[in-house]
Nanobody
């Protein structure tokens, strides 16, 4: 089995910074892409940023110029560095991973199409 475990959320003042981490646990052969979405109270979940195994990145409008996504494939971990945080960034941030292939003694095994973490709360005070 594989799980996504997020960390790094918390309370920060406006203008501050936070770094979120998401690690995929389990015997993993490969992950095609990982990313972050967020959901504020009363709003739909939205893309924050994503990164492929090749290093290509995509950002949602809210993240451009303030957030940076990076990954460490050796650790199956993705990071989201957030700067200049605003109260409107307050949300539960969810990590997701796409096309996760498990490792077996015979090579690549089962592939999970998409997995989500439990979410980590980021609160930005004004």
């Amino acid at each position: 089995q594989v799980h996504l475990v997020e960390s790094g959320g918390g309370l920060v003042q406006a203008g501050g910074s936070l770094r979120l981490s998401c690690a995929a646990s389990g015997s993993i052969f490969s992950i095609d892409a990982m990313g972050w979405h967020r959901q504020a109270p009363g709003k739909q979940r939205e893309l924050v940023a994503g990164i492929t195994s090749g290093g290509s990145t995509v950002y949602g409008d809210s993240a451009k110029d303030r957030f940076t996504i990076s990954g460490d494939s050796t650790k199956n971990t993705v990071y989201l560095q957030m700067h200049s945080l605003k109260p409107e960034d307050t949300a539960v941030y969810y990590c997701n991973a796409v096309d996760i292939t498990m490792a077996t003694s015979d090579g690549p095994g089962r592939t999970y199409r998409e997995l989500w973490g439990q979410g980590t709360l980021v609160t930005v005070s004004s």
